[in-house]
């Protein structure tokens, strides 16, 4: 047998189970040294991933949980998009819009002197389309053109009105009308 072990064994009972405590202690601290601390570093960050998980998987799950309500507005909201389409025409329906508003000028007894469309102007997801509009007329005139312009299906406003020239044609005063007209469309993105 190996002299030193041979030694080892000869040693009184007491100094071997030093001995043997001391080499526990060695291969227990190599293990926490090599093996459990670089493992046990690396769970500070994984906690922390853990955690951010955690409100993920909450702020998911009460969505999914409202998922019903969510899609009930969203309906809503497409209904509403729907309404709102109608009210604002798109670039073909633009030229028979204003046509149609020089008829009713004309339907009002108003006559139309110029009727002349301007640029759009675009504001994001609609855009306005003026047009300058000269007329001649009774008040009377002016207000049932205003009424029927108020009661179409699409959005029109008129403004800047400009009366002006009075004169007088039996009973009723005439005037001339100058305004805006503008009306808006739906911006396809």
């Not at 009460?62 to 899609?71: E, G, R, S, T, V």
């Not at 509403?80 to 149609?100: C, D, G, Q, S």
């Not at 759009?120 to 300058?132: D, R, T």
Request: glycine letters at 6%.
């Amino acid at each position: 047998m190996n002299p030193k072990l041979e030694k080892l064994l000869k040693m009184p009972l007491h100094k071997r189970l030093l001995v043997l405590g001391a080499l526990m202690l060695v291969v227990i601290g190599a293990f926490v040294w090599f093996l459990w601390l670089p493992e046990y570093e690396k769970l500070g960050p994984m906690d922390q991933d853990i955690a951010r998980l955690e409100a993920e998987y909450l702020q998911k799950k009460q969505i999914a949980d409202n998922l019903p309500k969510f899609k009930e507005e969203f309906a809503k909201m497409e209904k509403l998009l729907e309404v709102a389409l109608t009210e604002l025409p798109n670039k073909k329906e633009i030229p028979t819009l204003l046509t149609n508003l020089a008829a009713l000028a004309k339907d009002s007894g108003l006559e139309v002197v110029t009727f002349t469309p301007r640029g759009e102007v675009n504001k994001g997801f609609y855009a306005e389309v003026p047009a300058s509009v000269d007329l001649i007329g009774s008040f009377h005139q002016i207000a049932e053109f205003a009424q029927a312009v108020g009661k179409l299906s699409r959005i029109v406003n008129l403004g800047n009105l400009d009366l002006s020239s009075p004169r007088v044609d039996g009973d009723t005063a005439i005037l001339r009308i100058k305004c805006n007209v503008t009306t808006f469309r739906f911006v396809e993105q």
